[in-house]
């Protein structure tokens, strides 16, 4: 009997390791998704501004407004709006980007400015930015904190 018990309790033992192990596993491959997505991000973001000479406005990107969905900031940045999905962003949602100073969630912080014209820069549709900041959260390491490569 006393061998049984230390089998089962060496099992226990073993499974709640298993346990922590793939739990462990299962936040980095999420953070993964959250990098690369971010990472398709910021490069539409540069090849936009090397096409226009601005980054876009806060307006045409944030989800805030309900006209801002994955398939029209997918149009304004040329990339596939499937390519914006972040692992744990609720069901429906299709534009991650907020407007946002710090990211909830898994959404994506895209902070716009502007020292000529910051008004067109968060507001204007069609409005652009000199600079950007991209601010996510990981669940291993927690913020992350991206820069616009122009200012």
């Keep these: 009997m006393v061998e049984v018990m230390t089998v089962i309790a060496i099992l226990a033992i073993l499974s709640s390791i298993a346990i922590v192990s ?29 096409k226009n000479g601005e980054y876009p406005s806060v307006r045409s990107l944030a989800n805030n407004y309900a006209d801002i969905t994955g398939a029209a900031v997918g149009t304004k940045l040329n990339i596939n709006p499937g390519d914006l999905k972040m692992p744990q962003t609720p069901a429906g949602t299709t534009n991650p980007i907020t407007s946002a100073a710090t990211p909830a969630n898994d959404y994506i912080a895209y902070i716009g400015t502007d020292t000529v014209d910051n008004s067109a820069c968060q507001s204007n549709l069609t409005g652009g930015c000199q600079h950007f900041t991209i601010k996510y959260n990981k669940e291993v390491g927690g913020l992350v904190t991206i820069e616009g490569r122009h200012q």
């Design 22 to 50: 793939y739990v462990q596993v299962q936040k980095g491959a999420r953070d993964t998704s959250r990098q690369s997505t971010v990472s398709v991000v910021v490069e539409a973001l540069e090849k936009y501004y090397n």
